[in-house]
């Protein structure tokens, strides 16, 4: 069926191996919402205080018009105005036809749009959030994270379909839409991969069991030889705008307790170094020469041994280098990402777990199986994506 499918979208796709603007839009939400997402972060870091309509609300809701527009414009055109080759690689739903990736991200824009009315009334009802995941807050977590999938499936499916050579955009929108689910995910583990937690076993346990899925599923779903390293490129090229531009804002706290008084907007961590051990995970690729074939699981713990490895080597050094008095500067950041409410204390410049959970042997073990069992993870849906047609 796929080879069937391929050869009737060939001819066309040939000819859509440029971005199309839905798909344009649907990264432009993706990336909308989490640099909303972030400001947010920072607004309740260093006001505390919001209303429904801040700026970093209506940036994130901005990510689901974009992406409702988007996918549901590709369902109206795909059902009535749609070519027998769009049509065949299109999923039907209620009668309507569209990419698989448009639907997830229709599903994703309503479920944004419903937390909003919800979140309101949650407010009003219970006051200020004491946790970040709050029942409208998950729906909202959910719907973010469908769209920022939805991208990625739409372009990649329009990769796939696209002749070799004549689909380096899709490509690149590919990875580039990979590279915002990673910081998605840096944000929601945040508490876990503070600079201080780093010579702490923990943070290698966390990071070995989650990243590794993504990273290895991009490497081997990508035509790009390159492809974990870019998208980990993406990640971190969006963190430091935000954690560069952010502090340019001026910011006053509006809320008590006020330990710390600050003046302008806090930035969010800056990003872990990931394209170092993404930069491996490609190399395991390139060296076993098992890129654009079906990998077997002999090669998931080589790939987790070099994740953990390089990200130990890496992420040791440099979060030492984050906790002394070098970094603290515009350009890294360091000792600026605390809250109006914590006091400047001894702990910003110290390892929290370094003596109750120390790095030994056997948890860095620990954290390779954990690994091990995210590059499983990653060599299977990887394996899917590359067949992704629809």
Known sequence: MESVIQTAVQPRAARAAALPWSL?????????????????????????????????????????VLAGISGGWLALRTTFRGTPE???????????????????????ALAMLVSAPFDDWWHNAYGLDVKIISPPHAVLALGMIGIQ??????????????????????ELAFVYAAGVILLMVATFLSEYVYPNDQHGALFY??????????????????RLRWAATLAAASYMSIALVMVWVLPLF???PMLAPINNPIDHMVPPLFPMLLVVPALAIDLVFLLTG???????????????????AVLFVTQWSFSAFQL??????????????????????????????????PVTP???????????????VGLGWGSYMARVQR
């Not at 999938?149 to 899709?170: D, T, V």
């Open 24 to 64: 344009v839009a649907l990264l432009l939400g993706s990336t909308s919402i989490v640099v909303g997402l972030l400001w947010d972060i920072s607004w309740h870091m260093s006001i505390g205080r919001d209303t429904f309509w801040t700026p970093a609300h209506m940036a994130i809701y901005l990510g689901g």
């Open 86 to 108: 769009e049509r065949a690689v299109a999923v039907r739903f209620w009668g309507f036809q569209a990419p698989l990736g448009a639907w997830v991200a229709i599903w994703g």
């Open 149 to 170: 999938i939805g991208a990625m499936l739409l372009a990649l499916a329009w990769q796939n379909r696209a002749p070799e050579g004549r689909a380096r955009p899709l």
């Open 205 to 222: 346990k966390v990071t070995g069991a989650v990243f590794p899925a993504l990273l290895v599923a991009v490497a081997r779903a990508s």
């Open 250 to 252: 001026p910011a006053q």
């Open 290 to 308: 098992r890129k654009g074939k079906r990998s077997r699981v002999w090669l998931a713990p080589v790939l987790a041994a070099a994740f953990v």
């Open 324 to 357: 002394s008095p070098a970094s603290r500067n515009r350009l890294f950041a360091g000792d600026m990402q605390w809250s109006y409410s914590r006091s400047p204390n001894a702990y910003r410049h110290e390892f929290w777990d370094a003596e109750e959970d």
């Open 362 to 376: 056997r948890k860095m073990g620990r954290a390779w199986v954990l690994a091990t069992a995210a590059s499983l």
